[in-house]
């Protein structure tokens, strides 16, 4: 009996190391240890899930310390948008990689796509909207290691493509122009010439 307990354990022992070589081989850091802190790997970095998309910090005074700049991937899903924010300390320079959105901009917008940058301002109030059907990325990079962010409160917003009828009326607070869309924030709508503060 002894002899059979033996062997089964055995036996589970090996079928656990042969479907343990089945797997892919976990890849070891690239970056040398002389480089840690200087270099870092988007593959082994995590990632922050939104409702919106996702951000991936590559660079920032955590991840090197001493970084003088924050440097992230951000990813806005289709009809989704990052909440109305302002950094106060640090400017925010967005290059947008794929996709297509609508930046708010201290009461002003402005559509971008792909191959376009911005630079906002510290304690400019801003978001982005993704306007298309396909996820919008973006490269983002802040002037300071230790990026602060104030969170503007209010309802979190919802995109709709325009409705077709047109009108020029007040409803809920929020004057909608010319086609109506569905866009709706305190103190803010779109219509078709895009979103304006009210």
Known sequence: MKRIIIAALTLGLW??????????PRQASSIPAAWSGKVTDAAQLPVE????????????EKLMPG??????????LPGKHNPVHYHPNCEEVLFVISGQGLQSYD???????AG???????????????????PLRALVSFSSGDRKTVWIEGQPAKYKPPATHCTNRKQWGI???????????PGWTLASSGIERL
Request: with cysteine; charged share 20%; glycine share 10%.
């Open 15 to 24: 079928i656990l190391g042969v479907a343990g070589d089945e797997k892919p």
């Open 49 to 60: 899930q939104n409702a919106w998309g996702t951000l991936k910090w590559v660079c920032n």
């Open 67 to 76: 970084a003088q700049q924050t440097v992230g991937l951000a990813t806005i």
């Open 175 to 185: 004057r909608t122009n010319l086609c109506r869309g569905d866009y709706q924030q």
């Open 107 to 113: 009461g002003r917008t402005i559509p971008l796509k």
């Open 116 to 134: 376009m940058t911005i630079r906002i301002p510290a304690k400019v109030k801003h978001n982005l909207v993704n306007t298309g059907t396909e």
